[in-house]
Antibody, heavy 118, light 106 residues
Framework: EVQLVQSGAEVKKPGESLRISCKGSGYSFSHHWIGWVRQMPGKGLEWMGLIYPGDSDTKYNPAFQGQVTISADKSLNTAYLQWSSLEASDTALYYC????????????WGQGTLVTVS | EAVMTQSPGTLSVSPGERATLSCRASQSVINKLAWYQQKSGQPPRLLVYGATTRAAGVPARFSGSGSGTDFALTISSLQSEDFAVYYCQQYNYWPTFGQGTKVEIK
C-alpha cells in the first residue's frame, strides 16, 4: 500500500526551531515529487513547496521562500519541513502529499501534522 | 499567480439530489485543474485531475468539466458520505487552491 506517514503533533514556543517529517512507503520514494501544504485553523490550503527526493531539486512558493526549508533523505524515504525560528502565525496543520506524475497534483496525502506555536 | 474563486461558499443539498460546484480562474489554466474533497479531520482526497479525469477509486457520480477559466464539479446523486468541503486547484502555474465550497445537508 502506498502511504505517507507524518510525524506527530508539536507544541513549540516562538523563536524555537522545528523539523517535521513525512515517510513514504509502498513505492519508489526517490522518483516522485513530494509537496508540503499548509492549512491554517479553519482556513483553506496552500502549497508551500515541492521536492524531488531523487536529486533534492526543490521549488518554493514565493510566499514561503526563506521562511521554511524543505529537504529529503532518499535513503530514509523521508521528506522534511523545517523552521529555524517559529512564529505564532506558523500555527497550522501541515500535510505532505505525493504528487501525481510530474504535475503539482496531490495524489496521496499524509495524515497531517499539527504545529502549535504559543 | 492564478487566483481561483469557488462558488457558492456553501451549498445546501438533500441526499439524492444533484450538486454542481463552480471554480473560476483569473487567467486560463488550460485543463490543469484538480478537485479535492476534504472531510473534517482528514487530509484532502484527490477526486479529479486534468479537469475531467477521475482519480483511481473515485465513484462515477463525481464528474469534472470545463477548460480555460471556468470549471465545474458535479455530483450526480449526493450520498451521505459526500457532505464535505471541496477545493479546486490549478496547476498550470504555481499551484493554487480555491477557497473551498462546503456541501451541507439540506
Amino acid at each position: 500500500e502506498v502511504q505517507l506517514v507524518q510525524s506527530g503533533a508539536e507544541v513549540k514556543k516562538p523563536g524555537e526551531s522545528l523539523r517535521i517529517s513525512c515517510k513514504g512507503s509502498g513505492y519508489s520514494f526517490s522518483h516522485h515529487w513530494i509537496g508540503w501544504v499548509r492549512q491554517m485553523p479553519g482556513k483553506g490550503l496552500e502549497w508551500m513547496g515541492l521536492i524531488y527526493p531523487g536529486d533534492s531539486d526543490t521549488k518554493y512558493n514565493p510566499a514561503f521562500q526563506g521562511q521554511v526549508t524543505i529537504s529529503a533523505d532518499k535513503s530514509l524515504n523521508t521528506a522534511y519541513l523545517q523552521w529555524s525560528s517559529l512564529e505564532a502565525s506558523d500555527t497550522a496543520l501541515y500535510y505532505c502529499a505525493r504528487l501525481l506524475d510530474s504535475s503539482s497534483v496531490g495524489a496521496i496525502w499524509g495524515q497531517g501534522t499539527l504545529v502549535t506555536v504559543s | 499567480e492564478a487566483v481561483m474563486t469557488q462558488s457558492p461558499g456553501t451549498l445546501s443539498v438533500s441526499p439524492g439530489e444533484r450538486a454542481t460546484l463552480s471554480c473560476r480562474a483569473s487567467q486560463s489554466v488550460i485543463n490543469k485543474l484538480a478537485w479535492y474533497q476534504q472531510k473534517s479531520g482528514q487530509p484532502p482526497r484527490l477526486l479529479v485531475y486534468g479537469a475531467t479525469t477521475r482519480a483511481a477509486g473515485v465513484p462515477a457520480r463525481f464528474s469534472g468539466s470545463g477548460s480555460g477559466t471556468d470549471f465545474a464539479l458535479t455530483i450526480s446523486s449526493l450520498q451521505s458520505e459526500d457532505f464535505a468541503v471541496y477545493y479546486c486547484q490549478q496547476y498550470n502555474y504555481w499551484p493554487t487552491f480555491g477557497q473551498g465550497t462546503k456541501v451541507e445537508i439540506k
